[in-house]
């Protein structure tokens, strides 16, 4: 969904590098959300933002720090890489209050961590 | 959350309805069963969801039992483009809505000529 953009696409790092994968949205929603997926498995939630004031912790947020800079984006920081986070990274937006509350995802960023 | 299962994997020819099932025996009274599928590591796309009712949209049936502890989403004419991994999910509305999904292993749909 071009509505959401993430950047980079795809990256390649070392480990203990610190990264940052970034997401933007133009839907207008309140809610995003980071979640990684590995190979053959769904997809697991790491961090959540209701709004730029609030951040909660996922599934899986150890090794991993957010950033909600402004309504429109949310960052995920890797902040010494490590192998095992080589992974499938989603972010995704929603809109609070509606029965389906539909998630909107992004492209995907794909990690590699050497 | 109610924990789902759904079989690793299914078949379907094209052009045959392909009837994908869930069970969630689990479920509680203000949860809904949503469906997204996922298209070849492409981000997750909603589907549909339902509470108690069958639903209907542009993309597919959903059907759940009276008893709620399962369901089963209907592709009515599968094309190639349907192949993708297709995820159950269930979640609370109102208070206890998080906005969360907790995506399971999915069912690897595979459509064929």
């Known amino acids: 969904d071009a509505d959401v953009t993430q950047t980079p696409r795809n990256r390649i790092t070392k480990t203990g590098k610190r990264i940052m994968l970034e997401c933007s949205q133009t839907?207008?929603?309140?809610?995003m959300y980071w979640y990684r997926q590995d190979p053959g498995l769904g997809l697991r939630l790491i961090y959540y933002?209701?709004?730029?004031?609030?951040?909660n912790k996922g599934e899986i947020s150890d090794g991993y720090s957010v950033s909600r800079q402004a309504q429109a984006k949310f960052s995920l920081s890797l902040e010494s890489a490590i192998p095992n986070q080589t992974a499938l990274y989603f972010c995704?937006?929603?809109?609070?209050?509606?029965?389906?509350?539909?998630?909107?995802f992004g492209p995907g960023t794909r990690l590699l961590v050497l | 959350d109610a924990k789902t299962t759904q079989p690793p994997s299914m078949d379907c020819a094209e052009g045959r309805a392909a009837n994908l099932p869930c069970n969630h025996s689990?479920?509680?009274?203000?949860?809904?069963v949503y469906w997204y599928r996922q298209i070849h590591s492409q981000g997750p796309q909603y589907i549909i969801h339902?509470?108690?009712n069958n639903e209907t949209n542009e993309m597919a049936s959903l059907i759940i039992t009276e008893d709620r502890k399962s369901s089963t989403l209907i592709l009515p004419h599968a094309t190639l483009r349907d192949t993708a991994v297709y995820y159950c999910?269930?979640?609370?509305?109102?208070?206890?809505?998080?906005?969360?999904?907790?995506f399971g292993q999915g069912t690897t749909l595979q459509v064929k000529p």
């Open positions: 995704a937006t929603s809109v609070r209050g509606t029965v389906q509350e539909t998630q909107y």
């Open positions: 839907k207008g929603h309140d809610r």
């Open positions: 933002s209701f709004d730029v004031k609030d951040i």
């Open positions: 689990t479920i509680s009274g203000n949860e809904y």
């Open positions: 339902g509470l108690k």
């Open positions: 999910i269930v979640r609370p509305y109102g208070s206890g809505n998080t906005g969360k999904l907790i």
